[in-house]
Nanobody, 127 residues
């Protein structure tokens, strides 16, 4: 079992940046691939970015490609999405998610591919 806690959300102006974090209660991040999803009011939860357990592979939604960067520090059991050039369309609750896979190149991009979820952190981008 693993418990995920997101932080770093807040209010930012269009074009600004935020760095979110997701900390896990598990002893290590070994074999856990990580993903970030977001959900705006009245909309379905959508994939944002994912990273394999080694950090060697990443995957981004088209809407955030070239603006967001995801990384991880397994010694701290923490994942960091760096979000740059933020737009009002990025406004949503952002959720951290995790699951296991022995293949260190695996990155999940679908909700059903994740078992563990954080509580979410609000990101609001002003116009």
């Amino acid at each position: 079992q693993v418990q995920l806690v997101e932080s770093g959300g807040g209010l930012v102006q269009t074009g600004g940046s935020l760095r979110l974090s997701c900390s896990a209660s598990a002893r290590t991040f070994d074999k856990y691939y990580m993903g970030w999803f977001r959900q705006a009011p009245g909309k379905e939860r959508e994939f944002v970015a994912g990273i394999s357990w080694s950090g060697g592979k990443t995957y981004y939604a088209d809407s955030v490609e070239a603006r967001f960067t995801i990384s991880r520090d397994n010694t701290k059991n923490t994942v960091y999405p760096q979000m740059n050039s933020l737009k009002p369309e990025d406004t949503a609750v952002y959720y951290c998610a995790a699951d296991q896979n022995p293949y260190d190149g695996y990155v999940g991009s679908r909700i059903y591919q994740y078992t563990y979820w954080g509580q979410g952190t609000q990101v609001t981008v002003s116009s």
